[in-house]
């Protein structure tokens, strides 16, 4: 499996998990909604997840909450094209929610490093957009149904080699297109269509997903399924469980996580490599001494 992510403008060093920080442009995010829904007001979002932290960033302009309305390209690019505009003079990887091809050719061209689809570019032309860039990231999530539908009929039955076999077919066909792996990042969607369970499997299975060999974003930053597991009902609550999520995450094998509590997560994962540094040196003065 590749150890390094090529995007547009970075070679991102997959070998230290990476913190991906969220940033929301739309004004009914399930957490965060309007909180950042001004240019200005998502631009100092952006300056203080990398204070805190993050190495990259993931701007979005239609919310995928389920039962979300879909939004306007018009409306999409509007919110979007002055955040990113800005952003790419911060000098880190930036990531762009997006599914609308039209959204990814003109956030490309304004140098985003990352396009960071929920359909896995199954929208006429996503697959184009990407595959004609030379260099962009890509990061393929699996989403069953829509948002308007996903939570009122989820999946049923074992999910985790059906969302393994979805993202190796979504990554094959990105690679018939030529497009290298090193810029494929496989997504297996936790909370677009599965009930808690199957949320929970694929986070406990979720080493079986890396024997597609590509790395793996884990995002559970605040989702429901968190809430049905602790009793914390309101989203901008679920700081805790949710870097317990994210630390779950890398343990099993995640090279990414999407969060929205970068100072926390970030600091959850120092801890988890100073152990990791510890228990390495350790087996290392075993081997010396046997």
Request: glycine letters at 8%; charged letters at 20%.
């Amino acid at each position: 499996m590749t150890s390094t992510w090529r995007t547009s403008r970075f070679l991102i060093d997959l070998a230290r998990p990476q913190v991906m920080g969220i940033v929301n442009v739309t004004p009914d995010s399930f957490s965060d909604g309007g909180a950042h829904a001004s240019t200005r007001a998502a631009l100092q979002h952006c300056e203080e997840l990398l204070r805190q932290g993050a190495d990259i960033l993931d701007i979005g302009g239609e919310s995928t909450r389920p039962g979300s309305p879909a939004v306007s390209l018009d409306d999409e690019l509007a919110r979007v094209m002055p955040v990113v505009r800005e952003a790419v003079r911060l000098g880190v990887p930036l990531s762009i929610d997006t599914y609308k091809p039209e959204v990814m050719r003109a956030v490309l061209d304004l140098g985003a490093d990352i396009v960071n689809d929920i359909w896995a570019l199954r929208q006429p032309g996503a697959l184009a957009a990407v595959a004609q860039h030379p260099s962009c990231g890509v990061c393929l999530m699996h989403m069953h149904r829509d948002p308007q539908t996903m939570q009122a009929a989820p999946m049923a039955g074992d999910v985790v080699p059906v969302v393994a076999k979805f993202l190796m077919e979504r990554a094959n066909a990105l690679r018939e297109l030529q497009v290298e792996s090193s810029r494929i990042v496989l997504d297996p969607g936790i909370g677009f269509g599965k009930t808690v369970a199957q949320n929970f499997a694929l986070l406990a299975r979720q080493r079986e997903l890396l024997a597609a060999g590509y790395p793996v974003l884990a995002g559970w930053s605040r989702k429901s399924s968190l809430g049905a597991a602790t009793g914390i009902e309101v989203a901008g609550a679920r700081m805790v469980p949710s870097v317990a999520a994210a630390l779950l995450a890398v343990e099993r094998g995640a090279a990414v996580v999407r969060v929205h509590d970068v100072r926390d997560t970030v600091a959850a994962l120092a801890v988890w490599r100073t152990m990791r540094a510890s228990e390495q040196q350790d087996s290392l003065q075993e081997k010396t001494t046997t």
